[in-house]
């Protein structure tokens, strides 16, 4: 085409593009669940923007908000069309294939190693998928704001933009055009497509509809001559009365021929899951929503879940999931994004998946929704993001978040807690074994950050700690569990903090302590440290780190004739060694074997810390 512009792609978007053309994946169906959730965003785009401005919906058929899908068997092209948001033009070359996200070289990495291509909408590169199918993929978009433009690629490393002066106009939206490979045969049939939206866009909130064509039978005339029989020949009463206007008063003969007509079939019910009652929604329907809210397609469930209605002042619905694995870049972004990964609706009407005034940081591991009644719904977002509501709902959502995470806990047989525990059924127990350590493992790191940044909140976290100790034999523990161990007489909560927990057992300050029984716990985690400036106490328990000045393992009667004895020797080596660099030399009860031992100051940084920070590896 002459006015086509020609346009690079970004390099990792083409090496991305490489790896999906050239997959052996064998789940190829993907491509049409990630379009339609483009779609479906695109959608929620010009909705949102219409609560403040109705007339940019257009009439007729551009204010519908839906999907369409088309099949074009002869020249197999699909076509997935929206009357979405569209894209301008500079739109279309940014967002396919100029732009890389920070997702895509994730992904690409990801990929290399033997990734799940599944995952692929996780990264923020879904639309690529569908050269899994097409070696030709044409992208028409209409933007209020611009004319209708036409991308498209071979996946040849480039792709070039036209402006259309051929398709019919769109009004508004996008459609995706694939040329379908010859290896994709299967999607050249209008019941795969059906089956596999049905399968995946079950969530979906707009209506989506495919071209359907069905074989009917149908009454025409029959020829004069031919004789048809009486009875068989059954035709309706508007046929004939068509046939008595032009054939006067004779009696018309039909006969019955195979037609085939098309029409818009509707592929799925919009539902809102969280609008039902939670009695009624089975555990399946709700794993099944958290893979599409999370566009995670394996096959592992939440962990946990939690729907609730909050009435009172601030009305609203939530539903709020631990999911099976922590994102890609949990911790990676976390101190420089504010990624959280509920959505916001209002009266069901999607505002915004980035709202960070819903949960605190720590909890962005977090999936779910929150939709709400008492929020305005013809505001801006900036309006919206200062409205005296939220503060009200995030509390809320994060004590019902806290609590579910303590309800995998209490419902694992693993937890072996003495406390009484809530009656789990047995069928149950199988599947609960083991969760709490999986959800630890997973996101252990935010319940530490949590510690540290939420003081409101730090003892039902502290309650949600788990950790390995002199004791604990290989498995976590927590501190009620320490609390309940702690000999008779002992204060303070003993730690220590290190690189590993088998550095650590070889540690000359446990000497005692272990001789003595007493439970010391193992921090190995850099974070551990900073958790440790902000966890004080717990239960009235003081924590006290073993490596520092302050341990207090009791009165034993022999101290004062030790410190007798050695006080030439104790006064010889603060001589010799007191300086800037050390503050005392102290007879000590807290070593066995080893002479002696260097302890860091109460307030001071532990040995570890100054690793820490050495190596700046938090
Ligand atoms: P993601 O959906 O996670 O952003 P994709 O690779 O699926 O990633 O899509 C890339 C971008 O292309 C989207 O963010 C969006 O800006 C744009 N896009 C894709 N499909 C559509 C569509 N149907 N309508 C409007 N914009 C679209
Ligand atoms: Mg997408």
């Given at each position: 085409?002459?006015?086509a512009?020609?346009?690079?792609?970004?390099?990792e978007?083409?090496?991305?593009?490489?790896?999906?053309?050239?997959?052996?994946?064998?789940?190829?169906?993907?491509?049409?669940?990630e379009?339609?959730s483009?779609?479906?965003?695109?959608?929620?785009?010009?909705?949102?923007?219409?609560?403040?401005?109705?007339?940019?919906?257009g009439?007729?058929?551009?204010?519908?908000?839906e999907?369409?899908?088309?099949?074009d068997?002869?020249?197999?092209?699909l076509s997935?069309?929206?009357?979405?948001?569209?894209?301008?033009?500079?739109d279309?070359?940014?967002?396919?294939?100029?732009?890389a996200?920070?997702?895509?070289?994730?992904f690409?990495?990801?990929?290399?190693?033997?990734?799940?291509l599944?995952l692929i909408?996780?990264f923020g590169?879904g639309f690529?998928?569908?050269?899994?199918?097409?070696?030709?993929?044409?992208v028409i978009?209409k933007?209020?704001?611009?004319?209708?433009y036409?991308?498209?690629?071979?996946?040849?490393?480039?792709?070039?933009?036209?402006e259309?002066?051929?398709?019919?106009?769109?009004g508004?939206?996008?459609?995706?055009?694939?040329?379908?490979?010859?290896?994709?045969?299967?999607y050249?049939?209008e019941?795969?497509?059906?089956?596999?939206?049905?399968?995946?866009?079950?969530?979906?909130?707009f209506?989506i509809?495919?071209w359907t064509?069905r074989?009917?039978?149908v009454?025409?005339?029959?020829?004069?001559?031919?004789?048809?029989?009486?009875?068989?020949?059954?035709?309706?009463?508007?046929?004939?009365?068509?046939?008595?206007?032009?054939?006067?008063?004779?009696k018309?003969?039909?006969k019955?021929?195979?037609e085939?007509t098309?029409?818009?079939e509707?592929?799925?019910?919009v539902?809102?899951?969280?609008l039902?009652?939670?009695?009624?929604?089975?555990?399946?329907e709700?794993?099944?929503?958290y893979?599409?809210?999370?566009?995670?397609?394996?096959?592992?469930?939440?962990?946990s879940?939690?729907?609730?209605?909050a009435?009172g002042d601030?009305?609203?619905?939530?539903?709020?999931?631990?999911?099976?694995?922590?994102?890609h870049?949990?911790?990676?972004s976390?101190?420089?994004?504010?990624?959280?990964?509920l959505?916001?609706?209002?009266?069901?009407?999607?505002?915004s998946d980035?709202f960070?005034?819903l949960?605190?940081?720590y909890?962005n591991f977090?999936?779910?929704l929150?939709?709400?009644?008492?929020?305005p719904l013809?505001v801006?977002?900036e309006?919206?993001q200062?409205h005296?509501?939220?503060?009200t709902?995030?509390?809320?959502l994060?004590?019902?978040?806290?609590?579910?995470?303590?309800?995998?806990?209490?419902?694992?047989?693993d937890?072996?807690?003495?406390?009484e525990?809530?009656?789990?059924?047995?069928?149950?127990?199988d599947e609960?074994?083991g969760?709490?350590?999986?959800?630890?493992?997973?996101?252990?790191?935010s319940?530490?950050?949590?510690?540290i940044?939420d003081?409101s909140?730090?003892?039902r976290?502290?309650k949600?700690?788990?950790?390995?100790s002199?004791?604990?034999?290989?498995k976590?523990?927590?501190?009620?569990?320490y609390?309940?161990?702690?000999?008779?007489?002992q204060?303070?909560?003993?730690?220590?903090?290190?690189?590993?927990?088998?550095?650590?057992?070889k540690?000359?300050?446990l000497?005692?302590?272990t001789?003595?029984?007493?439970?010391?716990?193992?921090?190995?985690?850099?974070?551990d440290?900073?958790?440790?400036?902000?966890?004080m106490e717990?239960?009235d328990?003081?924590?006290?780190n073993v490596?520092?000045?302050?341990?207090?393992l009791?009165?034993?009667?022999?101290?004062?004739?030790?410190?007798?004895?050695?006080?030439?020797?104790t006064?010889?080596?603060k001589?010799?060694?007191?300086?800037?660099?050390?503050?005392?030399?102290k007879?000590?009860?807290?070593l066995?074997?080893?002479?002696?031992?260097?302890?860091?100051s109460?307030?001071g940084?532990?040995?570890?810390?100054?690793?820490?920070?050495?190596s700046?590896?938090l």
């Amino acid at each position: 085409r002459n006015s086509a512009e020609k346009f690079e792609f970004q390099a990792e978007v083409s090496r991305l593009m490489d790896i999906i053309i050239n997959s052996l994946y064998s789940n190829k169906d993907i491509f049409l669940r990630e379009l339609i959730s483009n779609a479906s965003d695109a959608l929620d785009k010009i909705r949102f923007l219409a609560l403040t401005d109705k007339e940019i919906l257009g009439e007729g058929d551009d204010a519908k908000l839906e999907i369409q899908i088309k099949l074009d068997k002869e020249n197999k092209i699909l076509s997935i069309r929206d009357r979405g948001i569209g894209m301008t033009k500079e739109d279309l070359i940014k967002n396919l294939g100029t732009i890389a996200k920070s997702g895509t070289s994730a992904f690409v990495e990801k990929m290399q190693t033997g990734g799940d291509l599944n995952l692929i909408g996780q990264f923020g590169v879904g639309f690529y998928s569908v050269y899994l199918v097409a070696d030709y993929v044409e992208v028409i978009s209409k933007h209020n704001d611009d004319k209708q433009y036409v991308w498209e690629s071979k996946a040849d490393g480039s792709f070039a933009i036209s402006e259309d002066e051929w398709n019919e106009p769109l009004g508004r939206g996008t459609e995706i055009r694939l040329h379908l490979r010859d290896e994709a045969g299967e999607y050249v049939a209008e019941s795969k497509l059906k089956e596999l939206v049905k399968k995946y866009s079950e969530f979906i909130n707009f209506p989506i509809s495919i071209w359907t064509s069905r074989e009917v039978n149908v009454e025409v005339p029959a020829d004069e001559d031919e004789s048809t029989e009486e009875g068989t020949s059954e035709s309706t009463s508007e046929e004939e009365e068509v046939e008595d206007e032009e054939d006067g008063e004779k009696k018309p003969k039909t006969k019955t021929v195979k037609e085939t007509t098309y029409e818009w079939e509707v592929l799925n019910d919009v539902k809102a899951i969280w609008l039902r009652t939670p009695k009624e929604v089975t555990d399946e329907e709700y794993a099944k929503f958290y893979r599409s809210l999370a566009k995670d397609f394996s096959e592992e469930k939440p962990l946990s879940w939690s729907h609730f209605t909050a009435e009172g002042d601030v009305e609203f619905k939530a539903l709020l999931f631990v999911p099976p694995k922590a994102p890609h870049d949990l911790y990676e972004s976390y101190y420089n994004s504010n990624k959280s990964n509920l959505k916001l609706f209002v009266r069901r009407v999607f505002i915004s998946d980035e709202f960070d005034e819903l949960l605190p940081k720590y909890l962005n591991f977090l999936m779910g929704l929150v939709d709400s009644d008492t929020l305005p719904l013809n505001v801006s977002r900036e309006m919206l993001q200062q409205h005296s509501s939220l503060k009200t709902i995030k509390k809320k959502l994060i004590r019902k978040a806290l609590d579910m995470i303590r309800r995998i806990a209490e419902e694992d047989p693993d937890e072996s807690s003495d406390k009484e525990k809530t009656d789990v059924e047995s069928s149950d127990k199988d599947e609960k074994k083991g969760q709490y350590t999986k959800f630890w493992n997973e996101f252990g790191k935010s319940v530490k950050l949590g510690i540290i940044e939420d003081a409101s909140n730090r003892n039902r976290l502290a309650k949600l700690l788990r950790f390995e100790s002199t004791k604990s034999g290989g498995k976590l523990a927590s501190l009620d569990q320490y609390i309940s161990r702690m000999k008779a007489g002992q204060k303070d909560i003993f730690y220590i903090t290190g690189t590993s927990k088998e550095q650590l057992e070889k540690s000359p300050f446990l000497e005692r302590l272990t001789k003595k029984n007493y439970e010391v716990i193992f921090f190995t985690d850099p974070v551990d440290e900073y958790l440790m400036q902000y966890l004080m106490e717990y239960e009235d328990k003081k924590f006290q780190n073993v490596s520092k000045e302050g341990l207090k393992l009791g009165k034993d009667s022999k101290d004062k004739e030790v410190k007798d004895t050695f006080k030439d020797l104790t006064k010889w080596w603060k001589d010799v060694l007191v300086s800037e660099n050390v503050d005392s030399v102290k007879i000590s009860n807290r070593l066995d074997n080893s002479p002696c031992v260097v302890v860091t100051s109460k307030y001071g940084w532990s040995a570890n810390m100054e690793r820490i920070m050495q190596s700046q590896t938090l």
